[in-house]
């Protein structure tokens, strides 16, 4: 599985963005996928998660109600829209897809994890 995320940049507080991440190779077997984000000398935390297939959703608390997630699985394509951003949220994000082939009732058994090579996001206040 490959990412390839787009639409980082900087904006200013106040402001929205819209992120995506296009999938490509292995897709029919992804299971789950996420945003993750980074800020210089902080941890990666995850931002927000979907599963694929009943689109249920996950949020940081530091981003519910401001951000949304969504999927097209037609076109393999996971987005972020950001909304009422702040300096805050400044860091780098990543796309993130978790693939399965062997369930063991709702637990995955072979887990994959991939990651794209991220895209900047910077608020100015």
């Known amino acids: 599985v490959h990412l390839v995320e787009s639409g980082g940049g900087l904006v200013q507080a106040g402001d929205s963005l819209r992120l995506s991440c296009a999938a490509s190779?292995?897709?029919?077997?992804?299971?789950?996928m996420a945003w993750y984000r980074q800020a210089p000398e902080n941890q990666r935390e995850l931002v927000a998660s979907?599963?694929?297939?009943?689109?249920?959703?996950h949020y940081a608390d530091a981003v519910q109600g401001r951000f949304i997630i969504s999927r097209d699985d037609a076109k393999n394509i996971l987005d972020l829209q950001m909304n009422s951003l702040g300096p805050e949220d400044t860091a780098r994000y990543f796309c993130y897809a978790q693939t399965c082939t062997v369930f063991s009732g709702p637990k995955c058994e072979d887990e994959k994890d991939y990651w794209g090579q991220g895209t900047q996001v910077t608020v100015s206040s």
């Open positions: 979907i599963t694929v297939g009943r689109g249920r959703t």
């Open positions: 190779g292995r897709t029919a077997i992804i299971d789950n």
